[in-house]
């Protein structure tokens, strides 16, 4: 059961004077709750000890609480259950700084988010980075408007530059990985973007991780590109949609998540990571992601 002592509760506080305008003290006061709250639930707020090991959460879920306090939202991560993480910004921290933070709560972090502009100007700087905390995968996460551009040749473009910095990765024993939205199913001069990445970038060289929520919201069918393209799919998004199709809690929308895990294998799929973009309930998401994903798991 995960104990809030004084040290974790003055971090959070110690951790007020700094607050940027993104998260303002009432929200601070809020998250800090959360945290504090479910070290008083009763029992442990971990699920089955058996639950697979290849299940993580996105910390873009956490954002806010990791602005506060980083230490104390993977303490709350790992309570929880989760042994692994997918990071999202390393708020300020050293890459050895953020290694011992893991390492202290038993945690590993298999896979990274990583923006584009950053594989393009430092990519060196990437690769260390990623080696020294312990990712496996780095991802390339989203592309603003700007990097869509207009036109197939865009992706034709990024492919090309995806075939360098996964040989970049693969030399470094690292491999890069590619995050779906949903604009990568709008077609453009006949062809789809997503497609496009798939066919032009080696196999060898880029996974992909495919986001449950968004293929859903594009309304593409995953298990026809499991079969398209078996093994490609090393990691995926688990996040939920409700019938208004806006995002839910895993296991409690409408996404057919059994049919899609059934075919875990042919996917390729080694990491599975619980998401919500945004969500009034922290600690509950964590909790129903982490137990419908283990039930999954072992189904």
Known sequence: MIKMNDKNIHA??????????AIDRRRFIK????????SLLPGSLAFAA?????????????????????????????????????????????????RKMLDGEGLKAPSAHIRLDLFENSLNEVIDTA??????????????VEQRGTGIDVYKKLADKCN????????????????????????????????????????DL?????????????????L???????????????????????????????IDFATIFAHAEQAGVEHKVVERDRTDNIVKTLQQGYKAVSALSNS
């Open 31 to 38: 998250l800090s709750s959360a945290i504090v709250g479910a």
């Open 131 to 144: 080696k020294e905390i312990g990712h496996d995968y780095v991802v390339v996460p989203y592309l603003t």
């Open 206 to 222: 880029m996974a992909m991780e495919m986001d449950l929520y968004w293929m859903a919201k594009a309304k593409q069918d995953p």
């Open 224 to 254: 026809a590109y499991f079969k398209r393209h078996p093994g490609r799919f090393k990691l995926w998004h688990v996040k939920d949609m409700d019938k208004q199709g806006a995002f839910a809690d895993v296991g409690t929308g409408v």
């Open 12 to 21: 959070l506080n110690s951790a007020a004077p700094q607050l940027t305008t």
């Open 50 to 98: 058996a639950s697979p090991s290849s299940i993580g959460l996105q910390l873009y879920t956490l954002r806010d609480m990791m602005a506060v306090s980083v230490p104390a939202t993977l303490k709350l991560v790992s309570a929880v259950g989760y042994k692994e993480v997918e990071t999202a910004g390393y708020f300020d921290h050293s890459p050895r700084e953020f």
């Open 164 to 203: 360098l910095y996964g040989e970049a990765c693969k030399k470094a024993g690292l491999k890069l990985a590619y995050h779906n939205h949903d604009f990568e199913f709008e077609m453009r001069d006949g062809l789809l973007p997503y497609d496009v990445l798939l066919q032009n970038v080696d196999a």
